[in-house]
């Protein structure tokens, strides 16, 4: 039997029922729609992609085959998460992130905090090329600096997302940094000094707000507060400048280029280490007298990298600040990535996707409008298929040589794909990376990304450009002979 072209109906109505079985799962669950509802709702609209599939021509055993290979291009980001987890308790354990809140609220005014939480993810993240690894790190200590000041953890995620992306997009050690140009065909430093018209002032913008927000709002420190948390960090936990070491050969293996499995499972590793040799009372505490000490650390550190950390202060808020991670925290975050992959896998083995691009290209007329396209194909691509790295590719693949045709340099179709595709993805709940903020700074995705106002900005500031004609550039006449010869090879 042939496969059959799908048809504009064909690739709507997956997508359509998806959009519907999203919104009731969010309308019906809230926050907790990412903990069940929204993988059921994906495992239905896959189903409906196959049923479409099927009716097209195309084989249950290649629609499989498909799925499972979408989910094993996710199993890479699935180890970084797993790893995630077990750095998350140990650093608890280890009193590095604690370390960290407690020099946070000595250090950082209520008023700046915002402007400073999203400066300090931006060039973190710039240093070592991972909005993930910053999120999963200086991230986490942030969330906890914002709860002992008593301010907004939307907020605050929104600056630390906004701060880790801009870091992450101009680096040049970062994944997707490295693969927009390699999908265009442009120079790396080409694509970076390109990305800085858009970047730059959109960052700029998005430190004003959240100073304006700081400023403006009632953030005044609850300076009794601060100090109940204060102590009980100094009674909990050993409070050093040495709790903080294993952040930094985290940062300077990032920033050596050692991958991030490695990289997150060697901090996790040298959290557990540290806790051996600088929170004896705090272990000797909580082995208590029942076993030996030396069993019990074991034990202990062993159920912090699966369960994570918990502690018992007296008090449940604290308790709530002081205490997370594990690889059993990811196991949801893991489950939802599966399902968002296996769907994306199926609506593009069946030529779904690609059904649209040619719709759109169809109306795409100016150059202003296809950059716009552009920008909403993979922001869609991010919706449907749920990884940012799939917002990249395909559509780079499917415009590269629709740019080529109309004269546009490649770093125009690089930069584009940054600000639709890598900036979006931390703002929709099921897609990879908006499933991993969540995990790692226990705020939803739905409450942090109205203010995460440099990925709301980047793509409208972007677009603004696209219509203005400004800094787009177009192939020099050597380029266009290049560029035909290699068409034509």
Same mark, same amino acid.
């Given at each position: 039997?042939?496969?059959?072209?799908?048809?504009?109906?064909?690739?709507?109505?997956?997508?359509?029922?998806?959009?519907?079985?999203?919104? *009731?799962?969010?309308?019906?669950?809230?926050? !907790? &729609?990412?903990?069940?509802?929204?993988?059921? #709702?994906?495992?239905?609209?896959?189903?409906?992609?196959?049923?479409?599939?099927?009716?097209?021509?195309?084989?249950?055993?290649?629609?499989?085959?498909?799925?499972?290979?979408?989910?094993?291009?996710?199993? @890479?980001?699935?180890? %970084?998460?797993?790893?995630?987890?077990?750095?998350?308790? =140990?650093?608890?354990?280890?009193? +590095?992130?604690?370390?960290?809140?407690?020099?946070?609220?000595?250090?950082?005014?209520?008023?700046?905090?915002?402007?400073? &939480? $999203?400066?300090? $993810?931006? %060039?973190?993240?710039?240093?070592? @090329?991972?909005?993930?690894?910053?999120?999963? +790190?200086?991230?986490?200590?942030?969330?906890?600096? /914002?709860?002992?000041?008593?301010?907004?953890?939307?907020?605050?995620?929104?600056?630390?997302?906004?701060?880790?992306?801009?870091?992450?997009?101009?680096?040049?050690?970062?994944?997707?940094?490295?693969?927009?140009? #390699?999908?265009?065909? *442009?120079?790396?430093?080409?694509?970076?000094?390109?990305?800085?018209? =858009?970047?730059?002032?959109?960052? /700029?913008?998005?430190?004003?707000?959240?100073?304006?927000?700081?400023? &403006?709002?009632?953030?005044?420190?609850?300076?009794?507060?601060?100090?109940?948390?204060?102590?009980?960090?100094?009674?909990?936990? &050993?409070?050093?400048?040495?709790?903080?070491?294993?952040?930094?050969?985290?940062?300077?293996?990032?920033?050596?280029?050692?991958?991030?499995?490695? =990289?997150?499972?060697?901090?996790?590793?040298?959290?557990?280490?540290?806790?051996?040799?600088?929170?004896?009372?705090?272990?000797?505490?909580?082995?208590?007298?029942?076993?030996?000490?030396?069993?019990?650390?074991?034990?202990?550190?062993?159920?912090?990298?699966?369960?994570?950390?918990?502690?018992?202060?007296?008090?449940?808020?604290?308790?709530?600040?002081?205490?997370?991670?594990?690889?059993?925290?990811?196991? !949801?975050?893991?489950?939802?990535?599966?399902?968002?992959?296996?769907?994306?896998?199926?609506?593009?083995?069946?030529?779904?996707?690609?059904?649209?691009?040619?719709?759109?290209?169809?109306?795409?007329?100016?150059? @202003?409008?296809?950059?716009?396209?552009?920008? #909403?194909? $993979?922001?869609? +691509? !991010?919706?449907?298929?749920?990884?940012?790295?799939?917002?990249?590719?395909?559509?780079?693949?499917?415009?590269?040589?629709?740019?080529?045709?109309?004269?546009?340099?490649?770093?125009?179709?690089?930069?584009?794909?940054?600000?639709?595709?890598?900036?979006?993805?931390?703002?929709?709940?099921?897609?990879? $990376?908006?499933?991993?903020?969540?995990?790692?700074?226990?705020?939803?995705?739905?409450?942090?990304?109205?203010?995460?106002?440099?990925?709301?900005?980047?793509?409208?500031?972007?677009?603004?450009?696209?219509?203005?004609? %400004?800094?787009?550039?177009?192939?020099?006449?050597?380029?266009?002979?290049?560029?035909?010869?290699?068409?034509?090879?």
């Amino acid at each position: 039997m042939s496969v059959k072209q799908p048809g504009f109906l064909d690739a709507a109505v997956p997508l359509l029922v998806l959009v519907v079985l999203l919104s *009731a799962s969010v309308y019906l669950f809230g926050d !907790n &729609s990412s903990y069940g509802p929204n993988q059921i #709702a994906l495992f239905m609209a896959t189903a409906v992609a196959v049923i479409i599939g099927l009716k097209n021509g195309y084989r249950w055993s290649v629609i499989e085959k498909a799925m499972v290979k979408g989910i094993s291009l996710s199993l @890479g980001a699935v180890l %970084i998460l797993l790893s995630v987890g077990a750095l998350i308790g =140990t650093w608890m354990l280890s009193g +590095t992130v604690p370390t960290l809140i407690y020099y946070g609220l000595q250090l950082l005014s209520p008023s700046w905090f915002y402007a400073a &939480s $999203c400066l300090l $993810c931006g %060039i973190v993240a710039m240093s070592i @090329g991972s909005s993930w690894t910053t999120a999963a +790190t200086i991230g986490v200590a942030l969330i906890g600096v /914002a709860a002992g000041l008593g301010l907004s953890p939307a907020i605050t995620a929104g600056a630390i997302v906004s701060g880790a992306y801009f870091g992450d997009k101009i680096s040049p050690l970062s994944e997707t940094t490295n693969l927009a140009p #390699a999908v265009a065909g *442009a120079d790396l430093f080409d694509h970076i000094r390109h990305m800085l018209w =858009t970047t730059v002032p959109s960052f /700029a913008l998005a430190l004003l707000l959240f100073t304006i927000i700081g400023f &403006s709002s009632d953030v005044s420190a609850d300076f009794a507060r601060i100090e109940q948390i204060s102590v009980v960090l100094q009674q909990n936990f &050993s409070i050093s400048f040495l709790s903080l070491i294993p952040l930094f050969v985290l940062l300077a293996m990032a920033v050596k280029k050692v991958p991030a499995f490695p =990289t997150v499972f060697i901090g996790a590793m040298l959290g557990a280490v540290w806790a051996l040799l600088f929170q004896q009372e705090l272990i000797a505490k909580m082995v208590g007298t029942e076993q030996s000490y030396g069993i019990g650390a074991v034990k202990l550190i062993w159920h912090t990298f699966h369960a994570g950390f918990s502690i018992d202060t007296g008090n449940a808020s604290l308790n709530d600040l002081l205490s997370g991670g594990g690889m059993a925290s990811m196991l !949801n975050t893991v489950w939802l990535v599966f399902c968002a992959m296996m769907f994306g896998a199926t609506i593009e083995k069946i030529g779904l996707l690609r059904k649209f691009v040619q719709s759109i290209l169809h109306f795409a007329k100016s150059t @202003g409008s296809l950059i716009t396209s552009t920008i #909403a194909t $993979c922001f869609a +691509t !991010n919706v449907l298929t749920a990884d940012q790295y799939m917002s990249i590719v395909m559509p780079g693949r499917m415009f590269k040589e629709e740019y080529e045709r109309r004269g546009l340099a490649p770093v125009n179709l690089s930069r584009t794909l940054e600000d639709g595709g890598t900036i979006t993805s931390p703002l929709i709940p099921w897609n990879t $990376c908006g499933a991993y903020m969540h995990s790692v700074l226990q705020v939803s995705p739905l409450d942090y990304a109205m203010y995460a106002f440099f990925n709301l900005i980047n793509p409208v500031l972007a677009i603004i450009y696209a219509y203005c004609g %400004i800094k787009i550039l177009k192939l020099t006449p050597p380029d266009s002979v290049v560029q035909e010869a290699a068409a034509k090879a």
